[in-house]
């Protein structure tokens, strides 16, 4: 929603300029890209069920700075927090699907997956311009991501958690 939200987000916020927009999606690139070369060894070396209940920390804590920073620093970190969270996320989400279930039902269930991912990117920025456009603060919508986040964390933690020991029994 963040990166569809652009505009609004721009009439949001003090401080924020088309050039900081641009800086911060060369943020997103770089960090997109560190994710995408370090997050095999990190899976191979800890397990992607453990680092399931972690992936979200990045997109966390540069919600948490753009609550609390001057948006236009913020934003670097915000978008930085987002480029990693999307490139770990897709790699941990499939390699957790592996180690949960085997390779036998991976591609309904990644279909299953697939299908939810795109329909909360689709209505995400649809209920985000609603609120924006109702009178509700950013600084709500941002707490309120916060606490998705925290809840998406939680009930990952819970749902792998049972998986695992389903399995292990």
Do not use: M
Request: hydrophobic share 55%; net charge positive.
């Amino acid at each position: 929603a963040y990166f569809v939200l652009q505009s609004s987000l721009n009439e949001h916020l003090v401080g924020w300029k088309l050039s900081h927009l641009a800086l911060a999606l060369t943020f997103f690139a770089i960090f997109r890209g560190i994710g995408a070369i370090s997050i095999g060894f990190f899976i191979d070396n800890y397990s992607a069920k453990i680092l399931f209940n972690f992936y979200l920390i990045p997109i966390f804590l540069g919600t948490l700075a753009a609550l609390l920073l001057p948006f236009w620093q913020a934003g670097l970190i915000l978008f930085s927090g987002c480029g990693l969270t999307a490139c770990i996320g897709g790699n941990i989400k499939s390699s957790t699907l592996a180690e949960l279930y085997g390779q036998k039902n991976l591609g309904a269930i990644r279909s299953l997956l697939a299908t939810a991912l795109i329909s909360s990117t689709a209505i995400s920025p649809l209920i985000g311009s609603f609120l924006l456009d109702f009178g509700v603060q950013l600084q709500s919508l941002l707490i309120l991501s916060l606490i998705i986040i925290l809840t998406s964390t939680f009930l990952g933690y819970l749902g792998v958690s049972l998986e695992r020991k389903k399995h292990t029994v």
